[in-house]
């Protein structure tokens, strides 16, 4: 065995070594990335925000309400008026 062979033989080992290195290195980035995006997500014993409010709901935009709010006729019985209440907390306007 001559000193080339051996110098050859260093050579093969140190780049086979630098390959190895680099994909642990890869790795190690590529396992850290992922858990950091884990972390990222978990919600860690927070609470939900609540769901926004409804805009229909108890507005008086819906187009029953709309109707019924445009039907309005200050000349009515008191039995028309009641009737006109009722109809609005059933339509909840």
Partial sequence: MTIE?????????????????????AAGVALAVAIGGLLAWWPFGEQAPPPPPALIQ????????????????????????TVWEKLKRDLDC
């Fill in 58 to 81: 108890n507005a008086g935009y819906s187009a029953q309400c709309s109707q019924l709010y445009s039907a309005i006729d200050h000349n009515w019985t008191e039995q028309q008026w």
């Fill in 5 to 25: 062979d051996v110098a050859e033989k260093a050579d093969v080992w140190s780049e086979a070594i630098k390959k190895i290195v680099k994909a642990i290195t």
